[in-house]
């Protein structure tokens, strides 16, 4: 089986375990869109004024500033998936892969989803995170970088990249990062106002990603 081949069949086992992190193992965000179009009270209490006023915006508002930008990260989340299994040839690549730079994005894939669905193991093992039960958690991978999800996502779309060097995904990954870059401030305003001196703490000796 060639590199390409490998690296096809590894990105899908790589969805299809997104798939089962998002059907049995989802972990819900206070920041998520869903949750802005329909604010829960009670987790609408623990922002601050500048950003409760996001959940109060006009619907035209929130489409704009969160559906929108929504839909554009989906169709990136998809395209290495329509690249693999249609291989369309009209597509510009900025270079050509090579079997190295499969390899190397083979390699950030696989860590990539061990990291991500690492954390998300560790928080269901340790707190449901439904409704208004939430746990602070700082330990495990958790002790390196406050959000080891996302990094976990970054170093996926990274090796994508590396196997799919398309200018046009490269836009969409940089949209992707600008959009969860957003809900993660939102994230921490939560959590500033929650657990107070506790997560400061946290946030000044633990990296927000790894840098």
């Known amino acids: 089986?060639?590199?390409?081949e490998w690296t096809k069949w590894i990105t899908i086992l790589a969805y299809l375990s997104i798939a089962l992190e998002l059907i049995a193992f989802h972990v819900p965000s206070v920041a998520s869109t869903v949750n802005i179009w329909n604010p829960d009270k009670a987790l609408l209490a623990s922002y601050s004024d500048r950003f409760k006023i996001l959940f109060?915006?006009?619907?035209l508002k929130k489409i704009i500033i969160f559906v929108l930008p929504l839909l554009l990260v989906y169709l990136t989340f998809f395209f290495p998936l329509f690249y693999f299994?249609?291989?369309p040839e009209n597509i510009y690549l900025l270079f050509q892969p090579t079997e190295t730079s499969y390899i190397l994005g083979i390699l950030f894939i696989l860590l990539g989803r061990w990291i991500t669905f690492s954390s998300v193991l560790t928080i269901r093992k340790e707190n449901k995170q439904e409704g208004s039960s939430f746990k602070l958690h700082?330990?495990?991978l958790f002790s390196?970088?406050?959000n080891p999800g996302l990094v976990g996502m970054y170093l996926l779309f990274a090796g994508l990249w590396i196997c799919i060097p398309s200018p046009?995904?490269?836009l969409g990954i940089l949209a992707y990062i600008g959009h969860m870059h957003f809900k993660v401030l939102m994230e921490e305003n939560f959590l500033t106002n929650k657990y107070g001196q506790?997560?400061?703490a946290y946030f000044t000796h633990t990296k927000r990603y790894l840098v």
Not at 1 to 4: E, G, H, L, N, R
């Open 198 to 200: 506790a997560y400061k």
């Open 56 to 59: 109060e915006l006009p619907k």
């Open 144 to 146: 390196r970088t406050r």
């Open 85 to 87: 299994l249609w291989q």
């Open 1 to 4: 089986m060639s590199i390409f």
């Open 168 to 170: 046009i995904f490269l």
């Open 138 to 140: 700082t330990g495990s």
